[in-house]
């Protein structure tokens, strides 16, 4: 399942980091701000159940998560989704990495670093990248907190090609998917049209 997020603000925030112009430091801030919005969405679905709080002046029906959350940033872009997700989860909140680089050739995603917490089997897992492609990332990502036991599993991201969100289909169909435009097709490097260039060098300032 995809969700893609509508409305003016999400367009707003997606208009600047489409633009070419926006320099890294306005980059870093409308992605923080998309983030947002896009876990807000994609964490509404995380299990739920119902408790009480006592109030200044008496007793408050609440829903509290019925789960552990962990989440997971595909290094490096992914990490511009960490803190958005940070502030709007409960202390408790347990963060693991996957670090997954691209060979631009092949366009097959290889691992140079997974460090998951233990005992995810009943937790929620969120996985967080910025950029679904080719997919080839977020479908390793995904093998690897599956085969650390995950069931429940989101992931969140800001732009994602037809290509990408077929590929996860295919491979991971239960998964549920949120992000902020689903865009025209990929080029042949393997970029999402037209979507905002390179992810990573544009939030830092790389590739400038």
């Given at each position: 399942?995809?969700?893609?997020?509508?409305?003016?603000?999400?367009?707003e925030?997606?208009?600047?980091?489409?633009?070419?112009?926006?320099?890294?430091?306005?980059?870093?801030?409308?992605?923080?701000?998309?983030?947002?919005?896009?876990?807000?969405?994609?964490?509404?679905?995380?299990?739920?159940?119902?408790?009480?709080v006592?109030?200044?002046?008496?007793?408050?029906?609440?829903?509290?998560?019925?789960?552990?959350?962990?989440?997971?940033?595909?290094?490096?872009?992914?990490?511009?989704?960490?803190?958005?997700?940070?502030?709007l989860?409960?202390?408790?909140?347990r963060?693991?990495?996957?670090?997954?680089?691209?060979?631009?050739?092949?366009?097959?995603?290889?691992?140079?670093?997974?460090?998951?917490?233990?005992?995810?089997?009943?937790?929620?897992?969120?996985?967080?990248?910025?950029?679904?492609?080719?997919?080839?990332?977020a479908?390793?990502?995904?093998?690897?907190?599956?085969?650390?036991?995950?069931?429940?599993?989101?992931?969140?991201?800001?732009?994602?090609?037809?290509?990408?969100?077929?590929?996860?289909?295919?491979r991971?169909?239960?998964?549920?998917?949120?992000?902020?435009?689903?865009?025209?097709?990929?080029?042949?490097?393997?970029?999402?049209?037209?979507?905002?260039g390179?992810?990573?060098?544009?939030?830092?300032?790389?590739?400038?």
């Open positions: 399942m995809v969700r893609v997020l509508t409305g003016a603000l999400p367009g925030l997606l208009a600047r980091l489409r633009d070419a112009a926006t320099p890294p430091a306005a980059f870093r801030r409308a992605a923080d701000a998309l983030s947002t919005l896009v876990l807000s969405a994609s964490l509404a679905d995380l299990e739920a159940v119902p408790g009480t006592t109030t200044p002046v008496g007793e408050a029906p609440v829903m509290r998560l019925g789960r552990r959350v962990t989440v997971v940033p595909i290094l490096r872009a992914g990490l511009a989704l960490l803190e958005p997700a940070l502030r989860l409960p202390e408790g909140t963060v693991g990495f996957l670090g997954l680089s691209r060979d631009e050739a092949s366009l097959q995603a290889t691992s140079y670093v997974e460090h998951l917490p233990a005992d995810l089997a009943r937790d929620e897992v969120v996985v967080l990248d910025v950029m679904i492609a080719t997919g080839g990332s479908v390793a990502a995904l093998d690897a907190v599956r085969a650390a036991g995950v069931e429940r599993v989101h992931l969140a991201g800001l732009i994602a090609a037809p290509e990408g969100v077929a590929r996860l289909a295919a991971h169909p239960e998964v549920r998917i949120t992000v902020a435009a689903v865009d025209e097709r990929l080029d042949t490097r393997g970029f999402i049209v037209p979507g905002l390179d992810a990573g060098d544009r939030l830092y300032g790389a590739g400038a």
